[in-house]
């Protein structure tokens, strides 16, 4: 079965380093999001993209985030000068387009940053 | 973000069903009520979705009042591997979902 996949697994940064958590999602998607968790809180939206751009982004999502499409396959979260609470499971999605307002996103297993 | 409540916890015994309530009074005429879990250490995982009538699907069973402020995920035969947290949402206007703080099931063996 396709799945998204993401990589590191588990990233520990100094603060003020930059860190790119990678992701591949499946094949024939087209949306993709980045959303984090924070040990023992909420899932939380960070930002989608579609069709080479950013469709939305939450207030999460400031000017030390980035995402790109390098290619015609992974999808990167680019945070740029960490912060200690930026110490969080990254989680990947994507989705079909046509399926994605109906709720089907494919979840990565996430990357852990441990911003020290 | 459209706003649902859910249950903080719920246990249920190996092998018999699950029901899992939430509320969602100010749900919006074209909004489709999603569930998603999430088991320990992994990413969320797509469970069902519907918009007005009962679902279906080789997971679970989502049974939606006739007013759509309410809904019940039902899983027919809890077994150990359904201990998660189970999140109930629903689509904002926007493309992203906004996930709550969920019902975490613990299935008693």
């Known amino acids: 079965e396709p799945e998204v996949t993401q990589t590191p697994s588990h990233q520990v940064t100094q603060m003020g380093q930059e860190v790119i958590l990678r992701c591949v999602p499946i094949?024939?998607?087209?949306?993709f999001y980045w959303y984090r968790q924070i040990l023992g809180q909420k899932v939380e939206f960070l930002v989608s993209?579609?069709?080479?751009?950013?469709?939305?982004k939450s207030e999460i999502f400031d000017d030390q985030f980035s995402v790109e499409r390098p290619d015609g396959s992974n999808f990167t979260l680019k945070i740029r000068s960490t912060k200690l609470e930026d110490s969080a499971m990254y989680f990947c999605?994507?989705?079909?387009?046509?399926?994605?307002?109906?709720?089907?996103?494919?979840f990565g297993e996430g990357s852990r940053l441990t911003v020290l | 973000d459209a706003k649902t409540t859910q249950p903080n916890s719920m246990e249920s015994n190996e092998e018999e069903p699950v029901h899992l309530p939430c509320n969602h009074s100010?749900?919006?005429?074209?909004?489709?009520i999603h569930w998603y879990r999430q088991l320990p250490s992994q990413g969320p995982e797509y469970v069902i979705h519907?918009?007005?009538s009962n679902v279906n699907n080789r997971m679970a069973s989502l049974a939606i009042a006739e007013d759509r402020k309410s809904s019940t995920l039902i899983l027919h035969r809890a077994t150990l591997r359904d201990a998660a947290v189970y999140y109930c949402?629903?689509?904002?206007?926007?493309?992203?979902?906004?996930f709550g703080t969920g019902t975490s099931l613990t299935v008693i063996p």
């Open positions: 999605a994507s989705g079909m387009k046509g399926r994605v307002n109906t709720g089907e996103l494919f």
């Open positions: 094949s024939n998607h087209l949306y």
């Open positions: 993209f579609y069709n080479n751009e950013i469709s939305e």
């Open positions: 100010t749900i919006s005429g074209t909004d489709y």
């Open positions: 519907g918009l007005t």
């Open positions: 949402i629903l689509r904002d206007t926007g493309n992203q979902f906004y």
